[in-house]
């Protein structure tokens, strides 16, 4: 589904991403997991066309997007639905009208058509009957939810996850994880999550990849990335202040 090679993204003098390679298969959920500022969000937004690498190329179903301009890139971003970190909802708009904000704008729907499509989405993330507060409203956990039923109105091909449980307790984090694995389980949708929750990656992955120092230095299934003899791997994922990792 996704393929990247050699991607390459410095910002002046700071090189984040260097000759990356990547596959994500279709149906798959990759986590890439990393610490904070390592390049995981810039990765995501490569995916998605926002930032143009230095060198390097992606393959969306086996299409080259790194040189396409906005409008060739169109068509690919209405397969790809992306859950920012934050929930980026407009304050200043109902639940409904954040939920059918990608409707309303890209597809000519009628209003009841947008809000029967806004309430089955909302009983996808487990929310019904909130069509009408305001974020300001919502808890931290639900508008998380809220933010992924927005990209489900889309019916995505591929769902991009940044830090998903990041600014969430405990218990809502594991709500959150229980979510998306039920819908990739439910919509068979090919998902990439970005996270350094090293137990979310555990419970919703079915693959692990760690970016460090701007390459993907490890790949495995869970059980396998658990069990790593890599230094780098076993000091992140039990959150040792010793190792080779530089503190």
């Known amino acids: ?27 798959e959920t990759k986590v890439v997991i990393g610490r904070s500022g390592c390049g995981k969000s810039v990765l ?9 690498p230095d060198r390097g190329k992606i393959f969306i179903e086996d299409k080259e997007i790194t040189q396409l301009n906005e409008e060739q890139l169109k068509p690919i971003r209405m397969k790809m639905g992306m859950v920012f970190q934050g929930g980026a ?10 939920v059918g904000f990608v409707l309303r704008e890209h597809y000519r729907l009628d209003d009841l058509e947008i809000l029967k499509q806004v309430r089955q989405a909302l009983r996808m993330v487990e929310l019904e009957g909130i069509e009408d507060l305001m974020p300001a409203q919502l808890s931290g956990g639900m508008k998380k939810r809220v933010a992924i039923a927005r990209v489900l109105c889309m019916k995505p091909k591929i769902i991009l996850y940044d830090e998903p449980t990041t600014g969430v307790d405990p218990i809502t984090a594991d709500s959150i994880n229980n979510l998306i694995r039920s819908l990739h389980d439910k919509l068979k ?21 760690m970016l460090y120092q701007g390459k993907i230095i490890a790949e495995g299934t869970p059980f396998e990335i658990q069990n790593t003899k890599d230094p780098i791997l076993f ?10 990792i530089e503190t």
């Open 235 to 244: 000091q992140f994922i039990n959150g040792l202040s010793q190792g080779p």
């Open 189 to 209: 949708v090919t998902s990439i999550v970005v996270t350094h929750d090293i137990r979310s990656a555990y419970k919703i992955a079915d693959r692990i990849a």
């Open 44 to 52: 995501l937004k490569h995916i998605m066309g926002l930032l143009k």
């Open 1 to 27: 589904m996704i393929r990247i090679e050699g991607l390459s993204k410095s910002f002046d003098s700071l090189k984040v991403l260097d000759n990356l390679s990547l596959e994500i298969k279709e149906g």
């Open 89 to 98: 909802l407009f304050d200043s708009l109902t639940v409904a009208e954040n």
